[in-house]
């Protein structure tokens, strides 16, 4: 977790993936487990 207030800087982002700098940390935070959605029709 973490906390409100927390310096965050994104560096580098990608479609599933983005690359952080959290307190001074790197960090890389992704998406490995879903799949694309198809569009449905909005009424």
Known sequence: ?????????????????????IDGHKQSIGNDYSREQPASPRA
């Open 1 to 21: 977790m973490i906390p409100a207030g927390t310096p965050v800087k994104v560096t580098d982002y990608g479609r599933y993936r983005v690359n952080l700098l």
